[in-house]
């Protein structure tokens, strides 16, 4: 029996979901890290500037591939290309989710993890950085730790999924995004009433702009991606459960906007600590869960900020794991046939076990290396720089230069015919981001992330 494929029940059911897979640990873990890395306001700025002429326009291709076709990636590709090669390019997306959900979900592990450390207030047994510092090392050296809150978490994920796309996922994400907007701005105001918050803030928004190299330029465009969900058919399968009266431009202007802001909030909440309790900005990727607990620890309100704080990242990753799995499991229940509940505990659990060793990469397996970098690594690197620009790059070209741009103008016009009327410029503008600046900056990157470029 054929089964009614579903659809969102509200077009802000579907802008929530799609703004709870693009704000995840890459706007709250990740852009504070590597802002601060980089300089923090002209990185900023530069990021800006990839996410409105590059992330902007392949995610509204994307999301019309979906929507167009009402088909996960592989399907999506092979009804507008009916070739094989573009199948496989849809593939390669069902692939980068098995990937991204199995690192993603070792760092949600650890941050549900530091919720429950939070409520126990193990960070006040601290008074200096290393010491918390040997406090992660020493829970992630604990076999148990990552892989049972790895299991909890990826349970957590199947069970949303499995719940369906209506009752799952859309009530999911209506319950978890408000909850998140208000911890974070709660957060935001207990921030800047820091004393000293106002160093935080100047460089979070005064540029630098000796600090930015070629580099910096490179990790702007690689996260401008991976924070919008882009590349691996997430936003393409979340477009797929749309209706053909909602306004895709508009909508994805509102994920844009969304994840944007909250990327902005979060580093307002943590630089404005940072600076307040006279920390390094650029500690990379242990910042949240090295430095930050200090902080708390050293600040008025500290032990519930903490507890909010790990909570709101849990959820930020749960709203995102959850349109990762939703890719793998649309492939099987469209593609292949299955039933929605035995894909997502099959796949659920072979992610599960994928995630695994990459859990393991921080104890028993630290010494196993390829091509110099750990499994996790590896993984995060196969997926963030190589599968995810190329799946973007793929779907500019597919929209820009395969599909017929006619039919390409008939489709997105579906549900936005007033603004295109109202505004001519706005389709020739889309053309031109998509047929040329996407491709050859995105080109550019990937070259240079897999080195070639030096
Ligand atoms: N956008 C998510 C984040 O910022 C990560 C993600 C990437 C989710 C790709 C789905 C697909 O955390």
Redesign the pocket.
Known sequence: MEQQREQWSSKIGFILAAAG???????IWKFPYIAGENGGAAFIFIYLICIAIIGLPVLIGEILIGRTTQLNPVGAFKKLSGSSFWSAIGGMGVIAGFA?LSFYGVVAGWSMGYFVESVRGSFFDYTEVSGVGEHFNSLTANVFWGIGFLALFMFTTMIIVYAGVQKGIERGSKILMPVLFIILLILMFIGISLEGSSKGLSFLFEPDWGNVTGHSVLVALGHAF????LG?G?MMTYGSYMSKKDNVPVAALQIVFLDTIIAIIAGVCIFTVVFATNQDPAAGPGLIFQTLPIVFTQMPGGYLFSILFFLLLTIAALT?AI??LEVVVAYFVDERGWNRHRAVIVFGSIIFLLGVPCALSYNVMSDVKLFGLNFFDLIDFIASNILLPLGGLFIAVFVGWVWGFDKVVVTLKEGAEKLFEKHAWLMPTWKIFLKYFAPILIFIVFLSSIGLLG
Not at 21 to 27: D, E, F, H, K, Y
Not at 226 to 229: A, E, G, K, P, Y
Request: hydrophobic share 55%; glycine share 12%; charged share 0%.
């Open positions: 897979s693009a704000i995840g640990l890459g706007n991204i991976f924070t919008l969900s691996m997430a995102s349109s990762l």
